[in-house]
């Protein structure tokens, strides 16, 4: 998943910035988010008492601290108090030092030969990730994968209960989804204010989707997770990811690719050095030395 944005404002201010100067692109794990909160190292309250001086997060490290929100769910869930940063990266898959850096955007850096405080380190990664809150989510385009995020279970245990659906064909219209029923396109505006939606996701046909984001960010939708193959142009102020499964799957297809291409190499390599081995005895005739055998130095 990657974040997207085809910006209709700003676009022009950012080139006249840039003119005359040139920048490496920052890798993934150096590219900032905006500022975040601070997270107070004693009681967890953002900016107060001795809190930790906010910083910008990367947009790499924001994808760790996911998956590490959810690993330490389940450690809580299975009644562990502490965990060591070696535990925590393995079952995550990051190197420690990696998630040692990532934690410390957060003003948590453990104690020595104690580790993490499992309940703590929840708490700070609910508050830095913006969790501590919910977040209303509308799907629009109730086919089959919006059907599936409608009736997931999962997103209001996560704090993003799904409050609206909506759909452009009528036999759909009307009709309860997952026990909400579905709003017609034209509704959008209207009902996301009146709902107070913060996310609206995207699953139409690519042809529908720049329209459909258009209407979310009149009804005041500040993100928006896009599962339709195009990029949205969008204002300045609105974040938008998308999720493109073909190419997902395309990365995957480089990977075994690539494997296959070494473990060839790695065969053709060892069949040479094997006939190199067998090749390294000739025959003495061809040498003028007889009918035997001689090893060749």
């Given at each position: 998943m990657v974040a997207e944005r085809g910006r209709r404002n700003g676009a022009q201010a950012a080139h006249k910035r840039g003119r005359g100067v040139t920048r490496d692109a920052p890798d993934a794990d150096n590219a900032p988010t905006a500022e975040m909160p601070a997270v107070d190292a004693g009681n967890g309250a953002a900016g107060e008492g001795d809190a930790v001086r906010a910083k910008a997060i990367p947009e790499a490290a924001v994808a760790r601290l996911a998956v590490y929100l959810r690993v330490l769910s389940g450690m809580a869930d299975q009644g562990a108090t502490t965990v060591s940063s070696e535990e925590l990266s393995a079952v995550a898959g990051v190197n420690s030092a990696k998630l040692r850096k990532d934690l410390s955007y957060l003003g948590s850096?453990?104690?020595?030969?104690?580790?993490?405080?499992?309940?703590?380190?929840?708490?700070?990664?609910?508050?830095?990730?913006?969790?501590?809150?919910?977040?209303?989510?509308?799907?629009?385009?109730?086919?089959?994968?919006?059907?599936?995020?409608?009736?997931?279970?999962?997103?209001?245990?996560?704090?993003?209960?799904?409050?609206?659906?909506?759909?452009?064909?009528?036999?759909?219209?009307?009709?309860?989804?997952?026990?909400?029923?579905?709003?017609?396109?034209?509704d959008i505006p209207a009902v996301c204010t009146e709902?107070?939606?913060?996310?609206?996701?995207?699953?139409?046909?690519?042809?529908?989707?720049?329209?459909?984001?258009?209407?979310?960010?009149a009804g005041g939708v500040q993100c928006i997770l896009n599962f339709a193959p195009?990029?949205?142009?969008?204002?300045?102020?609105?974040?938008?990811?998308?999720?493109?499964?073909?190419?997902?799957?395309?990365?995957?297809?480089?990977?075994?690719?690539?494997?296959?291409?070494?473990?060839?190499?790695?065969?053709?390599?060892?069949?040479?050095?094997?006939?190199?081995?067998?090749?390294?005895?000739?025959?003495?005739?061809?040498?003028?030395?007889?009918?035997?055998?001689?090893?060749?130095?």
């Amino acid at each position: 998943m990657v974040a997207e944005r085809g910006r209709r404002n700003g676009a022009q201010a950012a080139h006249k910035r840039g003119r005359g100067v040139t920048r490496d692109a920052p890798d993934a794990d150096n590219a900032p988010t905006a500022e975040m909160p601070a997270v107070d190292a004693g009681n967890g309250a953002a900016g107060e008492g001795d809190a930790v001086r906010a910083k910008a997060i990367p947009e790499a490290a924001v994808a760790r601290l996911a998956v590490y929100l959810r690993v330490l769910s389940g450690m809580a869930d299975q009644g562990a108090t502490t965990v060591s940063s070696e535990e925590l990266s393995a079952v995550a898959g990051v190197n420690s030092a990696k998630l040692r850096k990532d934690l410390s955007y957060l003003g948590s850096y453990g104690t020595r030969g104690v580790g993490y405080e499992v309940t703590v380190l929840v708490g700070q990664i609910e508050r830095t990730l913006g969790l501590t809150r919910k977040h209303k989510v509308a799907v629009v385009g109730i086919g089959n994968l919006g059907h599936a995020l409608a009736n997931y279970g999962g997103f209001p245990g996560r704090g993003f209960p799904v409050e609206a659906l909506f759909d452009v064909d009528p036999d759909l219209v009307g009709v309860p989804v997952g026990g909400l029923p579905v709003s017609h396109l034209d509704d959008i505006p209207a009902v996301c204010t009146e709902r107070q939606i913060s996310i609206g996701v995207i699953a139409t046909p690519p042809t529908a989707a720049q329209s459909v984001c258009d209407r979310l960010v009149a009804g005041g939708v500040q993100c928006i997770l896009n599962f339709a193959p195009v990029v949205l142009q969008v204002p300045e102020h609105v974040e938008v990811r998308k999720v493109d499964l073909a190419v997902e799957l395309q990365i995957l297809s480089f990977h075994v690719a690539r494997r296959a291409d070494i473990a060839e190499a790695a065969a053709s390599a060892q069949a040479a050095a094997n006939g190199s081995s067998s090749d390294s005895r000739v025959p003495m005739t061809k040498l003028g030395l007889g009918n035997g055998l001689v090893e060749r130095s």
